[in-house]
């Protein structure tokens, strides 16, 4: 075992074999989709816990922090945000763009998205754009769902790109000392390729078939964009504060502060301004509408899955996992770089991939002996970021991003079904994983 366990496991049971019982458990019933997965993650960290695997000590420790203020931030900033009409006039305006087209918004905001998520992190990508998604739908009376699906998609694959875009770049960065334009670099190409295909495969799944009413389309192209806009103060407000956020989070590394606490504290500002006129009684109506606006299913799916993840982590299956990787592979460094590809996304698309990619830093960088020291690891953690980053769009809860649409989209009244995800999403990234895989051996091997 990595760590100790509360006090010892029921009946002296072996804690690997709990542990991972408990794992394939709680993603087998979340697969079913009886229960409201926030339910299942939550009863799942309960049992780690009371099984003995955990320490409650443990379980807290095991919490990403950091990710749960910035979902938490971003979700506070965007539902103050949206109050001022900011998204139905970015609606508009795309929409107007494409010329109504929904094939034209559907590859619009694919790559509007994969841009983002390379200069901000994921969740605030999707955080932002899902909202303006939903109203255009619904403006030309087409089916969100393939629009959200695609921007999960497109969300991962562009933030593959950067060493801000996904939380596994940050911590291959920091552990090795790469920069900003070393990722843009090496992985800026494949992700290009990537995102191309992703809209062709867009095109031939929905983007032909769909249709809009003219006179829906007219009435859209007719729209005045600025006469959305509900709150001209709030706008500039809200304009001002996530200007600041997204600054903070370029410059983060240089002032030393995390994207949770950067995104607490622009949502702590925006909530500031946006109640500094009103009355108390009315601040305490409004900051209870902000409050109620935020993805508490989400929220707490992560405490539960962040704790389930602890226990497999602590008991040792993740190492275990690693280590058998690296004598499968022989010392070849080509396999070995093709293995860490393929079983980092496999891996990532059914458990987080933070603590997975923090157990592999040290294990590559102990293999620098054997490929001629630190430099002849590059092919190798360029095949734990691709893999990592990619996997994550293989199931609904892969990567943060995943979780947060669907949590967008059901308050919207649209399903998203973990087996009807599945079906789509993870075939595609097992293309991305094999585009990945030839472009390893053209660029680095």
């Known amino acids: 075992m990595t760590g100790e366990s509360a006090s010892g496991v029921w009946f002296g049971w072996d804690p690997l074999w709990v542990s991972t019982a408990l794992l394939i458990v709680t993603y087998g019933v979340i697969m079913?989709?009886?229960?409201?997965?926030?339910?299942?993650?939550?009863?799942?960290?309960?049992?780690?816990?009371?099984?003995?695997?955990?320490?409650?000590?443990?379980?807290?420790?095991?919490?990403?922090?950091?990710?749960?203020?910035?979902?938490?931030?971003?979700?506070?900033?965007?539902?103050?945000?949206?109050?001022?009409?900011?998204?139905?006039?970015?609606?508009?305006?795309?929409?107007?763009?494409?010329?109504?087209?929904?094939?034209?918004?559907?590859?619009?905001?694919?790559?509007?998205t994969a841009v983002v998520s390379a200069l901000l992190d994921n969740v605030t990508t999707v955080l932002l754009i899902a909202p303006v998604t939903l109203v255009i739908a619904e403006q030309l009376k087409v089916p969100p769902y393939p629009f959200l699906f695609t921007e999960i998609l497109a969300s991962n694959i562009g933030g593959t790109a950067t060493l801000i875009g996904d939380p596994p770049n940050i911590l291959i960065g920091s552990a090795v000392g790469l920069t900003f334009n070393d990722f843009v670099i090496n992985l800026g190409?494949?992700?290009?390729?990537?995102?191309?295909?992703?809209?062709?495969?867009?095109?031939?799944?929905?983007?032909?078939?769909?249709?809009?009413d003219a006179a829906d389309r007219a009435r859209v192209m007719a729209y005045k964009p600025h006469r959305s806009i509900s709150d001209w103060r709030l706008l500039w407000c809200?304009?001002?504060?996530?200007?600041?956020?997204?600054?903070?989070?370029?410059?983060?590394?240089?002032?030393?502060?995390?994207?949770?606490?950067?995104?607490?504290?622009?949502?702590?500002?925006?909530?500031?301004?946006?109640?500094?006129?009103?009355?108390?009684?009315?601040?305490?109506?409004?900051?209870?509408?902000?409050?109620?606006?935020?993805?508490?299913?989400?929220?707490?799916?992560?405490?539960?899955?962040?704790?389930?993840?602890?226990?497999?982590?602590?008991?040792?299956?993740?190492?275990?996992?690693?280590?058998?990787?690296?004598?499968?592979?022989?010392?070849?460094?080509?396999?070995?770089?093709?293995?860490?590809?393929?079983?980092?996304?496999?891996?990532?698309?059914?458990?987080?991939?933070?603590?997975?990619?923090?157990?592999?830093?040290?294990?590559?960088?102990s293999m620098a002996p054997a490929f001629g020291g630190p430099e002849g690891l590059l092919p190798l953690w360029w095949s734990l970021a691709l893999g990592a980053c990619l996997g994550g769009n293989g199931t609904l809860i892969g990567a943060s991003a995943n979780l947060t649409v669907a949590g967008i989209a059901e308050r919207a009244g649209v399903p998203f079904r973990f087996l009807t995800f599945l079906a789509l999403a993870f075939p595609m990234m097992i293309a991305s994983i094999v585009v990945s895989t030839i472009y390893l051996y053209w660029r680095f091997l």
Do not use: C
């Not at 508009?92 to 010329?99: D, G, K, N, V, Y």
């Not at 295909?197 to 078939?209: E, S, Y």
């Open 32 to 112: 079913t989709e009886r229960i409201n997965r926030a339910i299942v993650a939550l009863v799942g960290a309960g049992l780690m816990i009371l099984t003995g695997v955990l320490s409650q000590r443990q379980a807290i420790a095991g919490q990403d922090f950091n990710t749960l203020a910035l979902l938490i931030g971003m979700m506070l900033l965007v539902a103050i945000a949206r109050r001022s009409g900011m998204f139905q006039y970015l609606a508009i305006w795309s929409a107007q763009l494409a010329r109504g087209s929904p094939w034209g918004i559907l590859a619009l905001l694919s790559v509007a």
């Open 189 to 212: 190409p494949v992700v290009a390729i990537l995102l191309i295909l992703q809209i062709i495969a867009n095109h031939l799944i929905w983007g032909r078939r769909m249709r809009t």
């Open 238 to 365: 809200s304009l001002g504060v996530l200007t600041l956020v997204i600054l903070g989070f370029i410059l983060a590394h240089s002032i030393h502060l995390q994207p949770g606490t950067i995104a607490l504290g622009g949502a702590a500002l925006l909530l500031m301004l946006d109640n500094w006129p009103r009355g108390r009684e009315e601040q305490t109506h409004h900051v209870h509408a902000v409050f109620g606006d935020v993805e508490w299913i989400v929220i707490f799916f992560f405490v539960g899955l962040f704790a389930i993840v602890a226990g497999v982590e602590h008991a040792g299956l993740l190492s275990l996992l690693a280590d058998a990787l690296i004598g499968a592979t022989g010392g070849d460094l080509a396999v070995t770089a093709v293995a860490i590809l393929w079983v980092s996304a496999l891996l990532s698309a059914i458990i987080d991939n933070i603590p997975f990619v923090a157990t592999m830093i040290p294990v590559v960088k």
